[in-house]
């Protein structure tokens, strides 16, 4: 065969593969009731972060590390904290013999008032047979009144002792509370998308320490023109097909319909421009499909998602089946 006829005959297939290639990145070969857009795998990131300054003891995993929810990934050094959380048992347990001390006191003041009292009853007797004079009466009174009075001193140093006993447990459970801080557990279960320190470094008080990524909640987000984000549904089945497994089918559903559209002026006056109206559309990949295949999610991977609009059409063949 002729050269050129050959050449010819591979331009003229070339640019066959080429237009159906192009129909079917454009989405323009999916039958009606159907929508795609691209996008790239997303989830959502939790920094696990510092609430106080302090230096970094341990850091157990590392980027790519699988975690479980409240499994401890890092640690401060709380030295300093476990010096104050003794001195600051010590003085709970002084005050309490403080009080035990307050309470002896009052014990004894008590008796003291019943003594005067009762030296107080005999002596009014006394004065009424005019054996003592109303002076020392007087004076015997004044006792009374001053035993009163110690007794109410007293009484009131108990409640002192108290509240200093009180005082005393609230300084030592913040100090519990900031041990227990200076332990970071996994907000969730995932994976560690960034290790953002190393032990002996110093943080300030918020410094992150690390990034979890939750691989619980994958998603895509696309972009449809108005004809077709109208048409879509809360709920719809989807299908996300990634560039780097183009002949897997992910399963998923539509969890969310931006309610405002992008990319066009906010006020549309005509039917062109209302074309050209955007509306971000999230899909969620599949609970079942995520937990069978956790160890080979990655976000940021690029694909196709392919939407349904209208649950009484059959999917295509080449997206029918869920992988």
Request: aromatic share 6%.
């Amino acid at each position: 065969m002729n050269k050129s006829i050959v050449g010819v005959v591979l331009f003229v297939l070339l640019a066959i593969g080429f237009t159906v290639a192009n129909k079917y990145m454009n989405g323009s070969t999916l039958p009606e009731g159907f929508a795609s857009g691209n996008g790239r795998l997303e989830a959502n990131e939790f920094d696990v972060a510092s609430k106080l300054p302090g230096r970094v003891a341990e850091v157990f995993v590392q980027e790519g590390d699988q975690v479980q929810h409240g499994q401890i990934l890092a640690l401060l050094d709380t030295r300093e904290l476990d010096a104050r959380l003794n001195q600051a048992e010590a003085q709970v347990e002084q005050a309490r013999q403080s009080k035990t001390f307050a309470l002896a006191v009052v014990r004894q003041r008590k008796s003291e008032l019943a003594l005067a009292k009762k030296n107080l009853q005999r002596s009014k007797n006394l004065y009424q047979n005019r054996s003592i004079p109303l002076v020392q009466l007087q004076q015997i009174e004044t006792t009374v009144l001053s035993a009163e009075a110690g007794v109410a001193a007293a009484e009131a140093q108990v409640v002192m002792q108290e509240a200093a006993i009180k005082a005393a447990i609230a300084q030592a459970d913040t100090i519990k509370t900031q041990l227990q801080d200076s332990i970071f557990r996994a907000p969730i279960s995932g994976r560690i998308l960034y290790r953002l320190v190393e032990p002996g470094e110093v943080i300030g008080m918020g410094g992150r320490i690390l990034t979890v990524l939750d691989l619980t909640d994958v998603y895509m987000n696309l972009y449809l023109p108005t004809t077709q984000a109208g048409n879509v549904a809360l709920g719809a089945e989807a299908r996300i097909v990634l560039d780097a497994r183009p002949n897997e089918n992910i399963p998923a559903k539509v969890k969310f319909v931006a309610p405002r559209a992008q990319f066009t002026p906010r006020q549309v006056e005509t039917r062109s421009e209302r074309e050209k109206l955007m509306f971000r559309v999230k899909v969620k990949i599949d609970q079942e499909y995520l937990q069978k295949n956790i160890d080979q999610i990655k976000t940021g991977l690029p694909g196709v998602t392919y939407i349904r609009l209208d649950e009484n059409k059959e999917w295509p063949d080449e997206l029918g089946p869920e992988s």
